[in-house]
């Protein structure tokens, strides 16, 4: 073997080697090195590795794994649920974006060109969320699968679920349509959920949120909010109320109320400033009975009002999903 | 033509992956290396790609048929690979099987010739 064959073969050696898991790598190179040496024995080092294929090939026969992420039992609906995650994020941003350019008078450029980013980054965010969910419940499957396979017989195929035990798709899709929006409004435009007076020409407002702290808030806010969005996945593509369903919901609610108490109990949720700016903007007296309202209506009252109301709608989906798991999901 | 060209040739290779395991157990009664198996094959006019080969003995072994053993003295490091005695009742088995079918399959396509 000259010196050129050699480093062919060694090349082809690390392309190959580099393709397959690491604990496959040290034995491949050694059976590689051996086979490439006998077959070139009797023929020019170019014949041998041409027929051997490329090394990606040779590799991918090597491979154990599947090599997919998302596989074709769930692609329909992963391709789906992306297409509906895709529109409301783009719409959203969109919409932000143009008000946002409305509301600002002067660089349009500026503004335009933070448009296109946030779409960009929207459209990125919004790909890798559902494909971080699909890929969960992909490895999911494949564990669930294997223990099923053991033995299978036809008593094991579920029952077509009784009307009552089947989870509405437009529910599901209604679900993921709102947390997709509500998302992606509070990431690119929380200055929407404001209080707004028109005075004379200029639009003013007021921001609920304490946006002062808005990077500190966000990311819990989002990540609670993609919590919920798995668990409407799920429900989506098992279609029926089973036990995944039910363990899903119960961890995806009881996060629910402990993101919420961090929310709005630990980190400084909404403006401070909010009842003392509304005061001014409306130029409210202590008569009025918006004035009223407002001091009944403090931040603290706010914050337990709210905690109270997810405390009860979280509590209230366990109940309902426990129930009809419990009476019409027994089958599987 | 291409096209007929290329259906033949996947359904052909389609027929032989069949028999690949076959033939290789068929050659392993007693130890050889990898090269020395496509060689004895080729001999006999079964040929086989690498790149089928390699991975075909690992899982071949995996499954208790082969079992495998580095040579590290001699010129270089050769991997042995030989039929285990689960590999042989299997053998045996499948060597039932592939005259049974040879035979049924016989029968069928020789209905056209009569």
Known sequence: MTDSEREYMERYIYEAVRKVPKRQRKEMEMELRELIEDMSETRPMEEVLLKMGSPKDFAKQYREDSGYIIGPEYYDDYLWVMKVVLICVESSVLLSGIIEILLHEGIYVELFGKLTGNLILAGIAAVGAVTLIFAVLQRRKIRVEINEKKKWSPEKLSPIPVKKARISRGDSIAGIVFLVLFSALLAFAPQLFSAYSVKGEELQYVSIFNLEKWELILPVFLLSLFISLTDEVIRLVVGRYCQIVMISNLIANTLQILFAVILLKVLPFWNPEFPEKVKTMYQLTAEDRGFQFLLKWNLEFLSNLFLVLICITALGEIAVTVYKTLRYGKSS | ?114
């Open chain 2, 1 to 114: 033509m291409e096209d007929e060209k290329e259906t033949l040739s996947n359904l052909v290779s389609e027929l032989r992956r069949g028999t690949l395991i076959l033939s290789v157990l068929s050659q392993l009664k007693d130890a050889k290396y990898g090269y020395a198996l496509v060689q004895s094959l080729e001999e006999k006019n079964v040929g086989i790609d690498p790149n089928t080969l390699y991975p075909l003995l690992r899982r071949l072994e995996k499954q208790g048929l082969l079992n495998s053993q580095w040579e590290l003295e001699g010129s270089k490091p050769r991997k042995y690979y030989k039929r285990t005695i689960q590999g042989d009742k299997i053998y045996k088995a499948l060597k039932q099987h592939w005259t049974e079918l040879t035979e049924n399959m016989e029968r069928l396509v020789g209905e056209d010739a009569r």
